[in-house]
Structure formats: structure tokens, C-alpha cells
């Protein structure tokens, strides 16, 4: 229960601290740019998070590049990273040639298909896919998952820490309303429309897919013991569903359209059985090797 009690804390300690300093953060950002209140609470937060994720970290005795999961020999690391980025682009656009083939999606008429334009977003999509996980890996599957690991056992840590990482999705804090004045108190009177994605019945698949996609990623780092696939698959899922999204648009009143969640139209339930699919598999794969080492 102790365990668990710090836990909540380290995640609702960092929500509060990034909410709080955002608006020094953004009167900072505001001297070199026009920055958006809304979008420099989510960027405070999610700095927040890390540094309260390392301390918990360092708090449970894993303070190292092995309790992050980024332990390995040499340039051990580039094999299991192109290796997890071509089996997430391959699960991304497998999934969509079904969608596409079921009538769900269909190509985006508004999209520029030559290959200049092609080019620039695959571009585009690979800096996004691998910023998003390369910072979104350290955090739930390094830091927090290293340090909730050590403190409550691999099984409590992958459940928790994936329903941080889902729930994080549909934290949206909004603008504030125009004309009024950005102050130290603004996060309150935005954090209660923040939370109402999580009243909204439509991304409860979506959300369970994000569940599932932590899930497999934790299961990932058990199974090779650093999470170098796991920021691989991460990036690939994340550069293919950028491309998809450039070029595919859904179909309304589509058939199958329960397959995709009415929130994005690309995630949802057809993802989430997809990644329960892999997660089966590869906690069958460690129990048979575990096995196999007992006996021998």
C-alpha cells in the first residue's frame, strides 16, 4: 500500500508542478514567441513528469542507465531500435491496407500524393515519430516503469504506469477564453475542462488501445531488458499513423467503422486486439523460455 501511495503521489505531484509553473514557462516562452498558454501547460507537465520520475527513480535505488533500460553494450542499440521501427510502421499500415480494403477509410482527397509532397512529410512524420518516442519511452517505460518495478513488482508497475500513460492522452487543457488576463491561477480555472475527455464514452476504445500499447511496450522492455524496441516500435507507430493520417480520410456510416474510435477515427478496437494479439504472444515466448531455463 505504501508503495502504491507513492506512486499516486509521484503522478499527481508532477501534474500539479507542471500545471504550476506554467505560467513562468510560458511568460519565458512568450519573450522569444507567440506561445500558447494550453500547449505550454502540456509541455511543463510532461517536464515534470521526467524529473519526478527520475527522483522516484533514484528514491527506489535504480538510479542508473540500467534502471532507465538504456543499458547496453556499444552500438548494441541500433539493431533493436530499426528493428521496433519497422515492425510499428509494419502494424500501422498493415492495419490500414484492412481498413482501406473494409471500406472504413479511403484516400484523402485534399492530400498532395506526388512525390515532393510525400517526401517533405515522411520527413516530417519520421522527426515527429522519433522525438515522440524517444521522450514518451524514458518517461513511462524508463524512468517510471524502472522505479514502479522496483517498488511494487513488474505486474503492479506495467498495469499502473500504462494507465498513467493512456490517461495522459486525454489531459487537454483548453485556451482561455480570449481577452482574458494569464496569471499564476489560470491552470485552475482550465484543469476541471481538461479532464472531460475522460466523460466521453467515444475514446474509451481509443484509450484502451493507448492501455494495450503501454502494456506491450512494458512487456517489451521485460522481455529484452532495455527499451530500445520498445522507443523503436514507438517511433514506427507513430511516423506510420502521421503518414495514414496524410492519406487516408474515414468513410462515414462505414460498415465496420466500429473497428476505429470515433475520437481520431485511426485508434480503436481492431488496435487494441491487434496489441492484445502481441502481448499474448510474447508472454507466452518469456514463460516458455523461463521454463526451458528451469529445466535445464
Not at 503501454?214 to 522492455?221: D, P
Amino acid at each position: 500500500m505504501r508503495a502504491l501511495i507513492l506512486f499516486v503521489t509521484v503522478i499527481a505531484g508532477a501534474v500539479l508542478a507542471g500545471a504550476m509553473l506554467a505560467y513562468p514557462s510560458w511568460l519565458a516562452a512568450s519573450i522569444f514567441t507567440e506561445a500558447r498558454f494550453e500547449k505550454v501547460i502540456t509541455r511543463s507537465s510532461a517536464i515534470s513528469a521526467l524529473i519526478a520520475s527520475l527522483i522516484y527513480l533514484r528514491a527506489t535505488g535504480g538510479w542508473s542507465l540500467d534502471g532507465i533500460g538504456l543499458a547496453t553494450r556499444s552500438r548494441a542499440w541500433r539493431g533493436p531500435l530499426l528493428t521496433g521501427m519497422a515492425t510499428g510502421a509494419t502494424l500501422i499500415f498493415g492495419m490500414e491496407v484492412l481498413l482501406l480494403s473494409l471500406g472504413v477509410h479511403e484516400p484523402e482527397a485534399g492530400s498532395d500524393f506526388g512525390f515532393a509532397a510525400l517526401a517533405a512529410q515522411a520527413g516530417l512524420a519520421l522527426m515527429a515519430g522519433i522525438l515522440i518516442g524517444f521522450i514518451e519511452e524514458i518517461l513511462f517505460r524508463g524512468a517510471l516503469y524502472g522505479a514502479a518495478e522496483r517498488a511494487m513488482g513488474a505486474t503492479a508497475a506495467t498495469l499502473l504506469t500504462s494507465a498513467v500513460y493512456a490517461a495522459a492522452h486525454y489531459l487537454k487543457y483548453p485556451a482561455p477564453p480570449p481577452g482574458e488576463a494569464i496569471g499564476w491561477l489560470t491552470w485552475i480555472k482550465l484543469y476541471p475542462t481538461a479532464l472531460n475527455w475522460f466523460y466521453y464514452r467515444s475514446v474509451y476504445d481509443a484509450m484502451a488501445a493507448l492501455f494495450l500499447l503501454g502494456v506491450l511496450l512494458c512487456v517489451l522492455r521485460r522481455h529484452f531488458g532495455h527499451i530500445y524496441t520498445g522507443m523503436g516500435l514507438h517511433a514506427g507507430i507513430a511516423t506510420a499513423l502521421l503518414m495514414v493520417k496524410y492519406a487516408t480520410d474515414h468513410v462515414r456510416g462505414a460498415p465496420w467503422s466500429f473497428l476505429v474510435s470515433r475520437y481520431d477515427n485511426y485508434q480503436g478496437w481492431l488496435a487494441a486486439a491487434v496489441l492484445l494479439t502481441a502481448i499474448v504472444a510474447l508472454t507466452v515466448i518469456d514463460r516458455h523460455r523461463g521454463a526451458a531455463t528451469t529445466q535445464s
